[in-house]
Nanobody, 115 residues
Framework: QAQLVESGGGSVQAGGSLRLSCTGSSYIFNNKILTWYRQPPGMQRELVASITAGGTTNYGDSVKGRFTISKNKSQTEIYLQMNSLKPEDTGVYYC?????????WGQGTQVTVSS
């Protein structure tokens, strides 16, 4: 059974930066779309960013120009670089990898952005 683990969350002032990482059993990552979701407090979970096996990226409108999703060369780790953070970016961030049989989720990492 593979597991995903996020890291890199924390508390930061508005305008600051954080880089999140997600890693797990390598076979889950291969030839998959890799994604980041977030859930702000009291609000709906939303898709933040995705990257395909070929490296094509997509972003939610609210983070375009500020966040960057990437993966390592061996395609076993996902990163989310978050710059120019705003209080509305506060929430629990999750990596998620959809497979034929199930969705793999991490435990989430808390990001708190203060004014």
């Amino acid at each position: 059974q593979a597991q995903l683990v996020e890291s890199g969350g924390g508390s930061v002032q508005a305008g600051g930066s954080l880089r999140l990482s997600c890693t797990g059993s390598s076979y889950i990552f291969n030839n998959k779309i890799l994604t980041w979701y977030r859930q702000p407090p009291g609000m709906q979970r939303e898709l933040v960013a995705s990257i395909t096996a070929g490296g094509t990226t997509n972003y939610g409108d609210s983070v375009k120009g500020r966040f960057t999703i990437s993966k390592n060369k061996s395609q076993t780790e996902i990163y989310l670089q978050m710059n120019s953070l705003k209080p509305e970016d506060t929430g629990v961030y999750y990596c998620m990898i959809p497979t034929a049989g199930r969705q793999y989720w991490g435990q989430g990492t808390q990001v708190t952005v203060s004014s």
